[in-house]
C-alpha cells in the first residue's frame, strides 16, 4: 500500500512540476533551453505584453508572466559588417525612446561562433521598472532579435536562468 501511495505521489507532483523546455524558430534556424516553468505566451498575452507595434512574434514566459523571452527573425538586413554601426544605432534609440533607460553593458560579443550586438539596460516600464538583455545578429539575410526581460525585482531571482537560457543559443546550419 505505502508504495501504491508513493507512485501515486510521485504522479501527482512529476504533473505539477513544468521542466525546463526547448523553443526554437525552424526558419532562423535557431533553439534555446527556456528556464524551467517556461511557456509560449497566448497571441492576445503578447498583444497585452508588447502594445507597440510590431510585436515579436514569438514569446515564453514564466507562470506570472513577469519574466519573458521575445524572439522573433526580424525582415531587416543586417549585414555582419555593419554590426558596430547597427549597435550605435540601437544605442541611440532607446535613448531618444526610453525614458530614463539605465546603461549595464553595450557591446559586440561572440556567441555560438557568430558576433552578436548585447545591450543590457533597466528601464521604466507603465507599472515597474524592467531588466532587459537584448541580443541582436545577422541570420539568412535577416535579423534575428532575442529578448530576456524581467522585473528589476525578480531579475536577480531569475538572472542565472535567463545567463544559462542565453548560453544555450543554438544555431544550425541550412539543411
Do not use: C
Request: without cysteine; charged residues 20%.
Amino acid at each position: 500500500m505505502r508504495t501504491l501511495v508513493a507512485a501515486v505521489l510521485f504522479f501527482l507532483v512529476g504533473l505539477g512540476h513544468v521542466g525546463a523546455a526547448t523553443f526554437s524558430l525552424p526558419e532562423a534556424g535557431v533553439s534555446f533551453q527556456a528556464p524551467d516553468g517556461f511557456t509560449k505566451l497566448s497571441a492576445q498575452e503578447i498583444a497585452i505584453k508588447y502594445p507597440a507595434s510590431p510585436a515579436p512574434s514569438f514569446v515564453v514566459g514564466d507562470h506570472r508572466r513577469t519574466t519573458s523571452i521575445a524572439f522573433d527573425l526580424k525582415p531587416n538586413a543586417l549585414p555582419a559588417d555593419r554590426l558596430p554601426e547597427a549597435k550605435a544605432a540601437f544605442e541611440s534609440f532607446f535613448d531618444r525612446r526610453i525614458p530614463r533607460v539605465e546603461w549595464k553593458q553595450k557591446k559586440l560579443i561572440e556567441l555560438q561562433g557568430q558576433q552578436w550586438i548585447y545591450l543590457e539596460m533597466t528601464s521604466r516600464a507603465v507599472d515597474t521598472d524592467i531588466h532587459n538583455i537584448m541580443l541582436v545578429t545577422p541570420r539568412y539575410g535577416k535579423m534575428l532579435m532575442f529578448n530576456f526581460n524581467s522585473t528589476r525585482e525578480e531579475f536577480p531571482h531569475m538572472e542565472t536562468a535567463l545567463r544559462k537560457s542565453i548560453q544555450s543559443i543554438s544555431l544550425r546550419n541550412r539543411p
